[in-house]
T-cell receptor, first 111, second 115 residues
Framework: GQNIDQPTEMTATEGAIVQINCTYQTSGFNGLFWYQQHAGEAPTFLSYNVLDGLEEKGRFSSFLSRSKGYSYLLLKELQMKDSASYLCAVKGGDSNYQLIWGAGTKLIIKP | DGGITQSPKYLFRKEGQNVTLSCEQNLNHDAMYWYRQDPGQGLRLIYYSQIVNDFQKGDIAEGYSVSREKKESFPLTVTSAQKNPTAFYLC??????????????FGPGTRLTVL
């Protein structure tokens, strides 16, 4: 079957660093996406990984290990506006158009 | 400004009524998608369309119907056959499917409540 696991909720302090993990078991793999979603709003794209390694984009970085079926999103210098849900999605189904989505990790930032 | 619009943001309907949710994009994207989001669950794909006049069922198509008569528009009808229609509905589009072109851009969503 197709499965993506993320922690349900995490709490971190403003100014700190937090790592959100995502593990996946899919029939295929053609890339992994991270999205940010504020409550009641649309998801917005953060990063895309298809090769092993770290992709850095400002305060956000995303890592992928295809052999381990594992990715993480690293957020540095946390700000209150980073309080949101973070969704991991894998392109790994029968159709290259379909993404398999994790349930998301709700990140709570405390002052 | 390019983007995806969904209307209305909130929609209330009585049980047994069909309702159509609109989705329009001016990004010139070929592919469009409809998702349903419920609390504590990942996005679930209802239907997607790779090109005009063509669409495929996703994981939870039962009780829903779509059309793709124009590149810009992909309306979703929630029929009375859908057993639990109350949810947050998201429309998305992408330029293609391969690589970073598979990045999906989302509309603001429609929250449907069936009374």
């Amino acid at each position: 079957g197709q499965n993506i696991d993320q922690p349900t909720e995490m709490t971190a302090t403003e100014g700190a660093i937090v790592q959100i993990n995502c593990t996946y078991q899919t029939s295929g793999f053609n890339g992994l996406f991270w999205y940010q979603q504020h409550a009641g709003e649309a998801p917005t794209f953060l990063s895309y990984n298809v090769l092993d390694g770290l992709e850095e984009k400002g305060r956000f970085s995303s890592f992928l290990s295809r052999s381990k079926g594992y990715s993480y999103l690293l957020l540095k210098e946390l700000q209150m506006k980073d309080s949101a849900s973070y969704l991991c999605a894998v392109k790994g189904g029968d159709s290259n158009y379909q993404l398999i989505w994790g349930a998301g990790t709700k990140l709570i930032i405390k002052p | 400004d390019g983007g995806i619009t969904q209307s209305p943001k909130y929609l209330f309907r009585k049980e047994g009524q069909n309702v159509t949710l609109s989705c329009e994009q001016n990004l010139n994207h070929d592919a469009m998608y409809w998702y349903r989001q419920d609390p504590g669950q990942g996005l679930r794909l209802i239907y997607y369309s790779q090109i005009v006049n063509d669409f495929q069922k996703g994981d939870i198509a039962e009780g829903y119907s779509v059309s793709r008569e124009k590149k810009e528009s992909f309306p979703l009808t929630v029929t009375s056959a859908q057993k639990n229609p109350t949810a947050f509905y998201l429309c998305a589009s992408s330029m293609g499917a391969g690589g970073p072109q598979g990045e999906q851009f989302f509309g603001p969503g429609t929250r449907l409540t069936v009374l």
